[in-house]
């Protein structure tokens, strides 16, 4: 990418969409085009190929998507599958029609079988069931990035695609019924600090692993991809270092200043035992992560205080 070239980020009002934006502009770019959903529904056939046909972007950073934990996803399947597979194939498509010169194809690592090889290597993609509590959400990932090489073999296009591990960090959604562990468990324990409680009940036994990704690292890979990767393999994004839900649970608990008890509820659901992605191709490339995880804990609460209406999404 030059510094003026035309650079559409899709969902520059999420976490990672907005983070792209921040790394872009840290670069030096500085044509940069985005919509708000209100501008430009992304479901909207007609709106999207309108929107592609007047705008004419050269670049496109695919980040928007319908998002939730395990409870978001397990009451509306339906919902996370098609909305998803909709605004990809929309954006991806028309794209396509309008010569885009490169697009990157932002998925998660739930894309991966859920007794994976651990580390999860890209080859292990559809080897295996999927994890059936976000079997929904993984399959429409699946299908965007399997697009994206699809076009790339039929018609010779330059689309890559990025899979994330759990990420965190600036604008993340704090919702506490449609959020990820970690933002619901930094407002969770906020709460409990602010109103002395003296016990906080955390779902599932805490045994599963995670990994965790700043998404201001993140939006670093991607960005470094658009400009040194080209491939039908997706490319992994991770920090390749794990942690037990317990362990994360402690440690966003001490950076907060809680000091009350932590209980397990082993009725609710654990979801994937282990999700360690394998990050030896973003390194061979020349790529590694930068920010701890503690530090980064500690640079999500400062956000999440500075900015308390984010609670309430």
């Known amino acids: ?22 790394e872009l502009e840290r670069q030096g770019y500085h044509n940069i085009v985005t919509r708000t959903h209100k501008e430009l529904d992304l479901i909207n056939q007609r709106e999207v190929e ?12 695919l980040a928007a998507a319908k998002v939730g934990g395990i409870e978001a996803n397990q009451s509306a399947l339906a919902d996370f599958m098609y909305d998803n597979m ?26 991966y079988p859920r007794l994976a090889p651990q580390p999860m290597p890209e080859s292990c993609l559809l080897t295996s069931s999927l994890e059936p509590t976000n079997e929904a959400y993984a399959l429409a990932k699946i299908s965007g990035l399997k697009y994206c090489e699809y076009l790339n073999r039929q018609y010779g296009t330059d689309y890559i695609s990025v899979m994330p591990t759990n990420l965190y960090g600036p604008n993340d959604n704090y919702h506490p019924e449609h959020s990820h562990v970690l933002p619901a468990l930094i407002r969770r324990f906020h709460e409990a600090k602010v109103n002395g409680l003296e016990e906080v009940t955390c779902w599932g036994d805490g045994s599963p692993l995670r990994e965790f990704l700043y998404v201001d690292d993140l939006a670093n890979l991607c960005v470094f991809l658009m400009n040194n990767y080209s491939g039908n393999e997706t490319v992994n994004a991770g920090t390749g270092k ?24 082993a009725s609710r659901p654990n979801g994937t035992p282990r999700k ?3 990050v030896s191709k973003a390194k061979a490339l020349g790529w590694t992560y930068r920010t701890e995880l503690e530090d980064g804990i500690r640079l999500a609460y400062q956000d999440f205080l500075n900015n308390p209406m984010r609670a309430e999404r």
């Open 86 to 111: 909709m605004l990809e194939m929309n954006v991806i498509h028309a794209a396509w029609k309008t010569g885009v010169k490169k697009l990157e194809f932002l998925g998660s690592s739930c894309i």
């Open 50 to 61: 309108r929107f592609f046909e007047e705008e004419r972007p050269e670049y496109v950073f």
């Open 276 to 278: 360690l992605l394998d």
């Open 1 to 22: 990418m030059e510094k003026d070239s035309k650079i559409y980020v899709a969902g520059h009002r999420g976490m990672v969409g907005s983070a792209i934006v921040r």
């Open 242 to 265: 794990e942690l037990t839900i317990r362990k994360l649970t402690e440690l966003v608990a001490r950076v907060i200043g809680y000091d009350g008890r932590i209980l397990w509820d």
